[in-house]
């Protein structure tokens, strides 16, 4: 009992104990293996100091494709708006060594966005300004209390509200992302938002200075926050096709971070990082370099962390290490 309480002290969400599945590896089986892979060497970028979590990214060109090579560049005019349907989900297990899975409840978040392009400076860059029209949360709880309903309807209430903005270069680098979440929200709406804010990152692949062809390959090195933690990501991003305006990019992220102390979003609870890596993770978005958002996107993201409540245990015992892996995905689906 006592590492199912804990695990949900670091989650900071509501728990429930999940069944292993008859051909899932135990903790103890699986873990290993997850050493083995963090053994492997990192990219260089990945270990060097993580970039602020607010600058613009680096872009590398490492092969600039066929022959027939021009610039990709955004071409957004002032004034321009447009709407975005996205749909965002976010998943969280947990584990202690020698224990099943702990699981926080699936959300799948769907969201109707307005963006609009207030202003627009000589070097191009524009501000873009969002807001939410329409919002509906999907948990994975067997049966919702009635105390649950009134609060998922709060929540709702609060991000229909919410309001935001960013600035984004011809490039598609994108700093000052701000998702303006009231101080007394509930601790809900801080996760929704956290995730809201990796789905419109991860929407926006930075682009290359040089002219490239279909096949081009370049990366992008910057610092993320996701759920509290300075994230270390180099994506490596292929342009796959490009018509007129319209371009294909598919994109793999790799993410790392060192030991840090940090807090989960709407928490108090000190929490220390000691390991942080990507599992698996594919991106692909087909964007007009006209427009302020994708056509259509599909992304998805898994990062693991272990981490241990930061106060040592009152009896004197060694602190438990938490194994987390966090499950995020984000679909623009086609017109």
Known sequence: MRYLL???VVLGLACSKKSPARDEASPDEAQPAAEAEAEEALPKELQEPTPPADTAPVVTLLD????????????IPEGAKQPLSIQVRYYVEASVAGTFPVHAPLQLTKYKLTLEAKEK?????VRVELSVDD?????????????RRKRTRAVLQTMKSLTGSYTVTPTGKVTGIMLDVPPDALRLVYDLTDSLRWAL????????????????TWTSHRGLSLGGIHVNQLSTHE????????????????????????KNPGTTVEL??????????????TRELTALAPRSATISSKLVTVVQIK?????????MQTFIVTDRAVQVPAP
């Open 121 to 125: 400076s000589a070097d191009g860059a």
């Open 6 to 8: 804990m695990i949900c």
């Open 272 to 285: 220390e990082l000691l390991e942080v890596r990507s599992d698996v993770s594919e991106e692909e978005v």
């Open 239 to 262: 342009l796959v096709k490009r018509e007129g305006t319209e371009v294909q990019i598919r994109t793999t992220p790799l993410q790392g971070g060192v030991a840090q102390t940090f």
């Open 201 to 216: 990152l991860a929407l926006m692949p930075s682009l290359p200075d040089e002219p490239v062809g279909e096949g081009a």
């Open 64 to 75: 600039a494709g066929q022959a027939e090579r021009s610039e990709l560049r955004l071409s």
């Open 135 to 147: 919002v509906s949360l999907t948990q994975g709880h067997r049966g919702e209390s009635k105390e």
């Open 311 to 319: 106060e040592p245990p009152k009896d004197g015992s060694p602190p």
